[in-house]
T-cell receptor, first 110, second 117 residues
Framework: SQKIEQNSEALNIQEGKTATLTCNYTNYSPAYLQWYRQDPGRGPVFLLLIRENEKEKRKERLKVTFDTTLKQSLFHITASQPADSATYLC?????????FGSGTKLNVKP | GAVVSQHPSWVICKSGTSVKIECRSLDFQATTMFWYRQFPKQSLMLMATSNEGSKATYEQGVEKDKFLINHASLTLSTLTVTSAHPEDSSFYICSASGQGSSGGEQYFGPGTRLTVT
């Protein structure tokens, strides 16, 4: 089995700053790790995927890192905007299925 | 991008009745569909995995006779909650992966809010 840990406390940052969210997994190194955005009452939206042999992946203002030694992924949003406010979920793929963290809520204040 | 729809988006039913939720991949063929439930401020919990044309694989603790899953085609999967009870009230979300996802991404539907009274 696999347990995914994300900071349950909301992250509050000022517009324009970089938001950094953390995802830790407890057991087996996943084949890949994904980040999703979820708005209230909606399904998650896929953002980025990073494989176990990749250290970093970027997409526009988003950056994901993957450290298999620390069993950790960091998710960065640079030049954050109020529209980035949402809950961000981390998911890992092991044993032919996905395990999700409970998400971290990000609040970007203008 | 890949689009997944769910219907209905919300439903209220009486205890003891059955409810069917549809999940459709609109612009790609979904070889695999997943059904999740999510309680407020909690993680998505995988209920079952279904592959087109075969029986669904249920997670431990999920009653297959209560949560009937049918994946009849590459674009449609249904979840039927039979003899629903108030404790079945939750947010049900489907996702799909397949020919539209090159690296294992899942595309989620918008979710269905089920309330059992």
């Amino acid at each position: 089995s696999q347990k995914i840990e994300q900071n349950s406390e909301a992250l509050n940052i000022q517009e324009g700053k970089t938001a950094t969210l953390t995802c830790n997994y407890t057991n087996y190194s996943p084949a890949y790790l994904q980040w999703y955005r979820q708005d209230p009452g909606r399904g998650p939206v896929f953002l980025l995927l990073i494989r176990e042999n990749e250290k970093e992946k970027r997409k526009e203002r988003l950056k994901v890192t993957f450290d298999t030694t620390l069993k950790q992924s960091l998710f960065h949003i640079t030049a954050s905007q109020p529209a980035d406010s949402a809950t961000y979920l981390c998911a890992v793929y092991n044993f032919n299925k996905f395990y999700f963290g409970s998400g971290t809520k990000l609040n970007v204040k203008p | 991008g890949a689009v997944v729809s769910q219907h209905p988006s919300w439903v209220i039913c009486k205890s003891g009745t059955s409810v069917k939720i549809e999940c459709r991949s609109l612009d790609f063929q979904a070889t695999t569909m997943f059904w999740y439930r999510q309680f407020p401020k909690q993680s998505l919990m995988l209920m079952a995995t279904s592959n087109e044309g075969s029986k669904a694989t249920y997670e431990q603790g999920v009653e297959k006779d209560k949560f009937l899953i049918n994946h009849a085609s590459l674009t449609l999967s249904t979840l039927t909650v039979t003899s629903a009870h108030p404790e079945d009230s939750s947010f049900y979300i489907c996702s799909a992966s397949g020919q539209g996802s090159s690296g294992g991404e899942q595309y989620f539907g918008p979710g269905t809010r089920l309330t059992v009274t």
